[in-house]
């Protein structure tokens, strides 16, 4: 059977040539980068070298990059800081957030403290106007991702964070995080342009090995883990460099030509929705992008095309099309994990959020792309997508 993988927000295919050099990396630069003796200085020099590069790729400083393990320590990292606050200010995210932020701010309103969501329009975005809504002078920590890994929805963090600056003007201003994990290799991103206090970012989702990640950190903050003091105490514990070089590795080959491959991605994005928008009763959501989903100045990405064929239960639809070779998701792999361990919610939250009804919903699957998919492949889904949903249709009556 021939497999095609339509998957990448969930993970990226390793990039072969960035895994064979992390493995040559822990063979040659096995040192511990904190030792003083020459096998240490070895490895502190390429683990500076690494950062350096990612730095300059993002457009930040070097000291203002910290390895971490994923995307989601990174997340939790930023919330941490809130344990040092002499008091308890509140907290706003964005209602669409990714569980790793999602889940951590329901923790901490279970622990005391408030927690405001701004709500996006019918179209995805929150607009500062949004944000400003659910501000409050007691507000000390906002997260609003950058793009959505269910709907491809790109938020403009830029003008959100200007404006709840300038809303603090003369006083104290929040600390503005993104969630930036699904736009690395995705979206354009300069970190010094965008205006925000931290990011984070995780490797598995460019090509890189999983387990290491990035947090970007415009000022220094106080580590609330403490260890032996590695990324200058914010993150301590021996740096993970074979993960770390073959994260700098990939990056330094995808970013620089980040326009080809969305190029690539709007061109096979339109043709799926040409073709399976001529199977009766297909949605694209939200519905409201469906006729600037594909072009240069959209605000959603042409990598990530969330639709529904009611009355097709996703999950079924996303086996039958497994054993014909096609790998698709549901929406978010994190969700999936949490749903677990506890009882799964009727409607995914985000897409209630959306206003998505909730048969829509629970018909919803996800179909991403990434560099590596072929056009014949995409020309093969939709004809199998469009014969498969067919034969379930008949069978539901």
Avoid at 143 to 171: P, W, Y
Avoid at 334 to 341: E, I, L, N, P
């Amino acid at each position: 059977m021939i497999s095609t993988y339509l998957d990448w927000a969930a993970t990226a295919p390793p990039d072969p040539e960035a895994l064979d050099y992390g493995r040559k990396v822990a063979l040659e630069y096995f040192g511990n980068p904190s030792s003083l003796h020459f096998y240490g200085k070895k490895a502190a020099e390429l683990l500076a070298e690494s950062r350096d590069k990612i730095a300059e790729l993002l457009n930040c400083k070097p000291e203002q990059i910290y390895f971490t393990s994923g995307g989601s320590e990174s997340n939790s990292i930023v919330f941490s800081q809130l344990f040092l606050k002499l008091r308890k200010g509140s907290i706003l995210i964005g209602a669409t957030e990714h569980p790793s932020v999602w889940e951590t701010a329901r923790l901490y309103a279970e622990l005391g403290y408030p927690v405001q969501e701004a709500k996006p329009e019918k179209d995805g975005r929150i607009s500062p106007a949004a944000a400003l809504h659910a501000f409050s002078s007691e507000t000390e920590l906002v997260s609003i991702m950058l793009l959505n890994n269910e709907t491809g929805i790109v938020q403009d963090v830029k003008s959100i964070a200007e404006a709840l600056r300038n809303a603090r003007r003369g006083k104290k201003p929040p600390h503005i995080h993104t969630d930036a994990v699904q736009a690395l290799g995705k979206e354009k991103i300069d970190l010094e342009d965008l205006g925000v206090d931290s990011g984070s970012f995780s490797g598995h989702k460019i090509g890189a090995p999983r387990g290491i990640g990035i947090l970007y950190l415009r000022r220094p903050v106080q580590g609330l883990f403490k260890g032996g003091g590695q990324e200058k105490g914010v993150r301590p514990g021996t740096e993970n460099l074979p993960g770390i070089a073959a994260l700098a590795r990939v990056m330094e080959k995808r970013l620089p030509i980040i326009e080809e491959h969305r190029e690539q991605a709007r061109r096979q994005k339109a043709r799926l929705m040409e073709g399976l928008s001529e199977i009766p009763g297909a949605l694209f959501i939200p519905e409201q992008t469906v006729e600037k989903t594909v072009g240069e100045d959209s605000h959603v990405s042409p990598f990530i095309l969330k639709c529904s064929f009611p009355p097709v239960p996703g999950e079924v639809l996303q086996r039958v099309l497994s054993d014909r070779g096609y790998a698709v998701s549901t929406g978010s792999a994190c969700s999936s994990s949490a749903d677990r361990g506890r009882k799964k919610e009727k409607i995914n939250r985000v897409l209630k959020v959306l206003g998505v009804s909730p048969q829509a919903a629970e018909s919803s699957i996800r179909i991403s792309l990434g560099p590596g998919t072929r056009d014949e492949e995409i020309e093969a889904f939709v004809e199998t997508a469009k014969r498969e949903i067919g034969t379930i249709k008949e069978q539901l009556g």
